[in-house]
Structures are given as C-alpha cells and as structure tokens.
C-alpha cells in the first residue's frame, strides 16, 4: 500500500475505536437501574478479560508448556494479590526460562 | 491548598502509579505489535500516532495485518468494530461507575480512555473512579505503548523470539491480577471466570466455532457468559431506589 492509503487506513481506526467507546458513554446517562442489566454489566469485565486470556497464553509462547505454567503460576500470583506488575512479571520469567532451557 | 486540588494531586499520583506497571507490559506487546506494523510498511513516526490514538491490541492488530493484506478500508471498518465491540460493553459498564453529576465532557474523556487494563483498574476504584485517575493512567500508559509500537518498528527483527514471546504473555498477566482478587471475593464472580475459561478453551477447539475470528468469539462467549451470569445470580441492588 501506498502511504496515503496507510495514512487512510490508520485515520479510519482510530476514529471507529474512538466512536466505540464514547458512544455508550453518550447514550447512557446516569445510572441504569434495572437488575439484569447492572448485573451485566458487572460480571462483563471479568469475562471478557478471562476469555482474552485463556486459551490465548498458551498459543502465544513458543511451547504450551511455558504458558500453560506461566497461566498456572499467575493464577496462583494473582489470587494471593501480588498486584499488576509483580504478576506479569511473573509470567514473563516463567515463559522465558522454559522456552530457554527445557 | 483547596482540598479539591489535594484531592486531585492525590488521584494523579495514584493513577500515574497503578499506570505503570500497565505501561510497561503495554510498551512489550507494543513492541510485538511494532514489528508487524513494520512488515504493513508503517514508519515509526505513524505507528506512533496510530497506537497513541487507537490503543487497541488486537484493533491496531488486526489493522496492520489487514494494511498488510491491501485489504478494502470498509474491512478495516468493520474489522474494528468487531474486534473492538467488547469496548463498547466496557463503556457501558464504566458509566455506571462515574459519580452522579460529572459533567458531559469528563464522561466522552473517560470513556475513550478505556482499554482492556485501564477500565480493569478504574471499575476497581469505590464508590466511583475519579476522571483525574483515569486519565494519569491512561496518559502514562499510552505513551509507552505509543513508543513501545515505534520501537518495534524501528528494533523488533533484532530481538530473538524467545524474548518476544516471553515479553507477549506480560499482558494475559495483568489480565489474571485483575480479575483473580475479585473472584476471590466474590464467589460468583468466580464460577463467571472458571467458565469463561473452559468454554473458551472449548470453543479454540470446537467445529465451526473455532474458525471465527478470536475477536468474534471473545464477544460471543462475553454475551453469552455475563448474561446466564447476571440470570442465574443477579447482584444485590445496593442502592434500591432507581
């Protein structure tokens, strides 16, 4: 592609991404009060965030050994509450000293 | 000092510390993600722009693969709102944590600031999240995954890929520490990820279901999952009068 069409491209993706998360904000005001749909939207963070993660971990790393441990190990991290960055950090090492070494 | 400014000074600090550990496995995927923008043909300085503005992985993603592919700009369209409609839930969501009364303008900025991570930490604020919080996360955050995009444009074909891979999983990381002590708390919350996990580990696998994009499915099953969730175990309404 040519770098107009890049450009192009580019602008168009960042302007549906944008429009995604400001229209709901625009549509909704103040707070829902039915039931179902404030308990929708209470578990879908977590939901969404769990399907991303698995089985994603380990299909990214070079083995599913490495990020089926690192899954494992974070799991256990994240549930004792060691935070973001201890947690992915974590997991990084995890990834890197199997793919190395084993 | 107005205490209002206290307060504020406060938020910031606050946001720009829980931003950091974001922004740095931010600027590792970023990286990731540069060295495919790289074989899309993206210079650094428009990778740049690109991820400071879109802040999406698998958008941005699914962007260069389709720049790569000379694809037509309504795929990309269309590509972006599929694989980013999980923002507009998020959005949704994130309204209901915005104190009663903030005025129009904060909610539009606080709304295109949510990313996987940053709307994961500000849903996590009680009662409400401060607009002053969301937004020194999101401010740390995106610039280092706007240099961490042109960095592995300029840098990515010299890293080897175990490196790379291991610098993949940083995210899938800080996804588990932010859901993990919620369900620990929660136990419905917890049944919610344990199924979220197995049906989608059963759906990367399954016929027909497994050839969607991973974008579609993560939507699909993210309907599917909340509602039977907010069916079967609804939360106890806190405030009642609505």
Redesign the interface.
């Given at each position: 592609?040519d770098n107009r069409?890049?450009?192009?491209?580019?602008l168009?993706?960042?302007i549906?991404?944008?429009l995604?998360?400001?229209?709901?904000?625009?549509l909704?005001k103040?707070?829902?009060?039915n039931?179902?749909?404030?308990?929708?939207?209470?578990?879908?963070?977590?939901?969404?965030?769990?399907?991303?993660?698995?089985?994603?971990?380990i299909?990214?790393?070079?083995t599913p050994l490495?990020?089926t441990i690192?899954?494992i190990i974070?799991?256990i991290?994240?549930?004792r509450?060691?935070?973001?960055?201890?947690?992915?950090?974590?997991?990084?090492?995890i990834?890197?000293l199997i793919?190395?070494f084993c | 000092m107005h205490p209002e400014t206290v307060m504020r000074r406060k938020e910031i600090m606050q946001g720009f510390r829980?931003g950091?550990?974001?922004a740095?496995?931010y600027f590792?995927v970023a990286f990731s993600l540069g060295i495919i923008a790289k074989q899309?043909?993206?210079s650094a300085v428009?990778g740049f722009?690109?991820s400071f503005?879109?802040?999406?992985s698998a958008?941005?993603y699914g962007?260069y693969t389709?720049?790569a592919a000379?694809a037509a700009?309504a795929e990309?369209?269309a590509m972006?709102?599929v694989v980013?409609?999980?923002?507009?839930?998020?959005?949704?969501?994130?309204?209901?944590k915005i104190a009663?009364g903030t005025s129009w303008l904060h909610?539009?900025l606080?709304?295109?600031c949510?990313t996987?991570?940053i709307?994961?930490?500000s849903?996590a604020r009680q009662p409400y999240c401060p607009p002053a919080y969301t937004y020194s996360a999101a401010l740390i955050s995106t610039l280092f995954w706007a240099s961490g995009c042109a960095a592995g444009i300029v840098a990515g074909g010299m890293l080897p890929?175990?490196?790379v891979?291991?610098?993949?999983?940083?995210?899938?990381?800080?996804?588990?520490?932010?859901?993990?002590?919620?369900?620990?708390s929660d136990r419905?919350?917890l049944y919610?990820?344990v199924?979220?996990?197995v049906?989608?580990?059963l759906c990367?696998v399954a016929p027909v279901v497994s050839g969607w994009s991973?974008g579609t499915?993560?939507i699909v099953?993210?309907i599917l999952?909340?509602?039977v969730?907010?069916?079967l175990?609804?939360?106890k309404?806190v405030?009642a009068h609505?």
């Open positions: 592609m069409s890049i450009i192009i491209c580019i168009l993706g960042i549906t991404t944008n995604i998360r400001v229209v709901p904000m625009l909704i103040g707070q829902i009060s039931r179902f749909v404030r308990s929708f939207l209470y578990y879908v963070p977590y939901v969404t965030l769990a399907v991303m993660t698995f089985p994603s971990i299909q990214t790393t070079l490495s990020g690192a899954l974070g799991i991290a994240a549930w509450r060691l935070g973001l960055f201890p947690v992915a950090a974590i997991c990084c090492a990834v890197y793919d190395s | 829980d950091i550990p974001i740095l496995g590792a899309a043909g993206l428009i722009v690109s503005f879109t802040r999406a958008g941005e962007v389709l720049v000379q700009y990309i369209v972006c709102l980013n409609l999980r923002y507009m839930l998020m959005s949704a969501a994130l309204s209901q009663p909610r539009v606080m709304a295109s949510v996987d991570e709307f994961g930490i849903i890929a175990n490196i891979a291991a610098l993949s999983v940083a995210l899938y990381g800080m996804f588990l520490a932010i859901i993990m002590p919620p369900a620990r419905n919350v919610a990820v199924a979220s996990f049906l989608s580990g990367a991973s499915r993560t099953l993210t999952i909340s509602a969730a907010a069916w175990k609804p939360i309404s405030e609505g």
